[in-house]
């Protein structure tokens, strides 16, 4: 009876089970386990090599040129290939140089690279090989802390690269116009903390879909052709200021995202807009205390926006929804938003006070025309100067709807609060209380759904409308919880 039932296994199950063996002590105890098996990890297509899973970083670099040569020997293209070590000597460029050559040499389809010298500044910028140019089955690309190859200006063969990333590479605006004119087929092409360019230009890319640019130095011109593009995003940690920006040829849904310090030029950003005469989505932080915002665009249906309710100025007509937020990178409030028509959701964070309320009620009366409001507060802030409020001889602005989504475990004077100073804001004709607390119930006769129930009476001239109570099977907004969580009042 032939007991070695596991070199048997089909090689597509082999492959999928070595898939998971990240380090190297786990392919070499998993190449023990038969004869078949010592020859399936040589030709493994899948190459990890991160000296992170060596303890001292000893004999990574001699791990790395066996095995390269070990699969090599079997003459087959590698499925991926992930180099990430630190470099500490001149000879040890050579040893990276030998390996990488020779897996390039029979072709590999995906390919990070990661090589850094930030303890050894001795020691120079590892130089990728020409050879690269020339691997025509590549399909992703990812280099971080490498000089780019010497040759790069006269022959590229990526006709398969559908991605393109590049992180603390020196890179000019010749070349980036290169790269995209060189990759047919480049769908995302991401170029984050690079030196050496200030403009990028991409012209007549017909599958170019995906650019993002994170930049530490000032970047002045954004030029991209590329009628598919979906999604542009500019990260400006450093203050460097918005660029000039042309998408004019984009006839997709374009989502453009900026965060960072727009410029102190009042109409940069509105002029910026100009250019999108297609943009639909946009995501905009603003991290300069003081920022004024004005937004002229008709094309654009959904905002998400961190800036000083005070210093923004909308003209959008065709706006659906606007998401005001100081987490916009946190993405999953927004996963389970419901298409709005004219509505405003937001989400601060840190302090509210009674100044908030005041700004968001100034601003709901810029003849924004939004007609639905969800709010999300965290009920544990107290509205102790409510009263500063009430002095304010402003009328509560007219809404559609409201829906208030409340933190707290269990009703109390805060969340009361909260809806007084809400209806202090606005004066819906309907109003749904949200629990995101799954121990909170609602009942028609609570001091809260009393309160609100009052307070929505007092709006009223007339003494004969009435508010109905009812549980809500939909919400305009979000997901609602699970039966028990929400309560709405609607005016009939």
């Known amino acids: 009876m032939d007991d070695d039932r596991i070199s048997k296994l089909p090689t597509n199950i082999v492959d999928h089970i070595l898939s998971f063996l990240n380090t190297p002590k786990d392919l070499v105890r998993m190449s023990v386990l038969s004869k078949t098996w010592f020859h399936l990890t040589a030709s493994f297509p899948d190459l990890f090599f991160d000296n992170y899973y ?10 790395v040129e066996y095995t390269t040569s070990r699969f090599c020997h079997h003459n087959v293209t590698a499925r991926r290939l992930r180099l ?5 000597e001149l000879a040890e460029l050579d040893i990276v140089n030998r390996c990488l050559e020779r897996v390039l040499k029979n072709g590999v389809k995906e390919l990070m690279i990661d090589i850094t010298n930030q303890y050894h500044p001795e020691v120079p910028n590892y130089r990728l090989p020409d050879i690269l140019l020339s691997v025509s089955v590549l399909e992703s690309l990812t ?15 990526f006709k398969s690269l559908t991605y393109l990333r590049l992180y603390k590479v020196h890179i000019d605006n010749e070349a980036i116009e290169y790269l995209t004119t060189s990759c047919p087929l480049l769908q995302t092409f991401g170029i984050v903390e690079c030196n050496g360019f200030d403009s990028f230009c991409a012209f007549g890319h017909q599958n170019l879909r995906n650019v993002w640019i994170w930049y530490n130095t000032p970047v002045e011109r954004i030029d991209i052709e590329a009628p598919n593009l979906s999604t542009l995003i500019l990260i400006d940690w450093f203050g460097r200021g918005a660029p000039q920006v042309n998408l004019a040829s984009s006839k997709s849904r374009t989502t453009v995202t900026y965060m960072g310090c727009l410029s102190v030029k009042p109409n940069d950003f509105t002029d910026l807009l100009s250019n999108f005469p297609f943009i639909e989505d946009l995501r ?21 926006l961190d800036c000083d309710l005070e210093n923004l100025e909308l003209n959008t007509p065709n706006l659906d929804l606007f998401v005001y937020s100081s987490s916009l990178s946190d993405q999953s409030m927004l996963r389970h938003l419901t298409d709005s028509k004219a509505s405003m959701l937001c989400y601060p964070h840190g302090y509210v006070d009674f100044l908030w309320f005041h700004k968001l009620r100034r601003f709901l009366g810029k003849k924004n025309g939004f007609k639905a409001l969800n709010l999300y507060i965290h009920t544990s802030e107290k509205f102790n100067e409510l009263w500063k409020l009430k002095a304010i001889e402003l009328p509560p602005y007219e809404l559609q709807h409201v829906e208030l989504q409340l933190d707290a ?12 100073v809400v209806l202090w804001c606005c004066r819906p004709r309907s109003l749904t209380l949200i ?30 409308t009435i508010f109905k109570i009812v549980s809500p099977s939909s919400s305009m907004f979000v997901a609602l919880p699970s039966k028990g969580k929400a309560i709405s009042f609607i005016k009939e």
Not at 84 to 88: C, D, N
Not at 146 to 156: F, G, K, R
Not at 284 to 297: A, E, I, M, T
């Open 54 to 63: 060596f303890i001292s970083g000893e004999g990574f670099l001699d791990y």
């Open 143 to 157: 280099i971080r802390g490498c000089e780019l190859p010497s040759s790069l200006m006269d022959d590229v063969r």
């Open 409 to 420: 475990l269990e009703e109390s004077s805060a969340q009361i609060a909260f809806v007084d």
């Open 84 to 88: 990430v070590t630190t470099i500490e």
């Open 435 to 464: 629990s995101t607390s799954p121990s909170t119930e609602f009942e028609e006769q609570s001091d809260l759904a009393l309160f609100t129930y009052e307070k929505l009476l007092q709006q009223e001239d007339q003494g004969h």
């Open 284 to 304: 905009l932080v603003s991290l300069r205390p003081g920022n004024s915002v004005k937004l002229l665009s008709h094309s654009l249906r959904r905002l998400m």
